[in-house]
């Protein structure tokens, strides 16, 4: 199985362009794909040409074309799209042609109309390199509006930013984009191609397997389909293998198919409910071969827009991958790999530190660590009756505990390891932001916690 068409697609339809560029070089990407097609474009439509495909050599022919209003400037200029590319649309401005002019000028953006008219050419300094057509432009006898659009909730240009949520409300509207358009192109005839090389090229026979199956337990849950008979259903298959197996065990052929997939694996950003996969069959085939075949079909089937691709592939063994990455998915465009020598020299770093710390006095070694010696609690200082002394307005037998003098200036810098105090607050709030006490104040009988901090 290789699940790879639906990301390889997105990957190349990553875009590229600025949205300060203008929309005519994204009509010239579409063309590259366009000028790959079949010959008639226009045959069973009532249009002659497409918008994308008239060039200095039209001049002087009659065309007619169909598609949507782009842009519209001053009542003189109409740009005409469709799925092919643009061309610009001169409005007559006399008044024979009164009745044209209203039905261009009046049209709303985006409603579907039909020209016809004279292919001529754009006056001196007005010619756009930037745009395929951009030597041409349509003089227009006769316009017809085929529908008109309401107002719509966003402008159909690449340059507009739009959310994902409102395009995919919108999804008619944002198919209508040129980089969505190159991506169905892209997409059909990467399949197309793939198709080609297998049938044609390899001897593969194209097969369609049932898409209501039964059920077949595997990795991810399925989707189960009621049926109109009681107690039973359909399951939508997983993947086409166990179908596309049994053929292969009544000829000894080669079959492929572009299947659909469904698993249900819930609302997870990495999943998807339903994808399409390219799943490939051989006989008396093996690793190196179904490689090759591999490489073959992607570097066929490749863009000729894009850079070719290098056959072969970098390979890499199982266990190589997670000796040096840790997984079995690398991702070698970085080149992080896992080193033993960190390994080792951090075993190193942690023996040296233990050994270390075995000699310092107050550490003591256990047999599962370093452990610092317990340190018995400091005795506190018991007030006999005799030294309480009564308090103000109380009577006999209430008491309080002397008030503490304040520290002496050259007591309170007697050791280096007390910060300097500061007014208005107390003591103890500066002592906390200490690792430890200091052994100085370890040993004092009175309340440290409760002296005001003497004026600087």
Known sequence: MFCWLSRLCGELSTPTRRTTQLIWSSAA??????SQRIPELSSFVARTNT???????????????????????????????DFHGLVQVVIPQDESAASVKKILCEAPMESVVQVSGTVISRPPGQKNPKMPTGEIEIKVKTAKLLNSCKKLP????????????????YRYLDLRSAQMQYNLRLRSQMVMKMREYLCNLHGFVDVETPTLFKRTPGGAKEFVIPSREPGKFYSLPQSPQQILTELMLFSNCRYF??????????????RQPEFTQIDIEMSFVDQTGVQSLI???????WPSDKDPLVVPFPSMPFAEALASYGTDKPDTRFGMKLHHKTLQDGRKRAQKDLRSQRRQPSLAPQAEGIYPLPQPPAPRPSLIRSQLQPAEGKGKGQC?????????????????EIPPLRSGKLAFS????????PDSLCGRTQDVSAVPIPSL
Not at 71 to 80: D, S
Request: aromatic share 10%; hydrophobic share 35%; net charge positive.
């Open 400 to 416: 309080v505990p002397p008030r503490p003098s304040p520290l002496e200036p050259s007591e309170a810098n007697a050791s280096s």
């Open 29 to 34: 990407r579409s063309m590259v794909l366009s």
């Open 295 to 301: 490489e073959g079909l992607l570097q066929y089937s």
């Open 51 to 81: 918008c994308g495909e008239l060039r200095s050599s039209h001049l002087g022919q009659e065309v007619t074309l169909c598609g949507w209003i782009q842009f519209r400037r001053q009542n003189i200029f109409l740009v005409l799209r």
């Open 257 to 270: 198919q572009v299947a659909r997939c469904y698993r249900d694996e819930g609302s997870r950003p990495d």
């Open 430 to 437: 500066h002592l906390f932001r200490l690792k430890s006490f």
């Open 154 to 169: 966003f402008e159909i240009k690449d340059f507009m930013k739009k959310t994902e949520t409102l395009r995919l409300q």
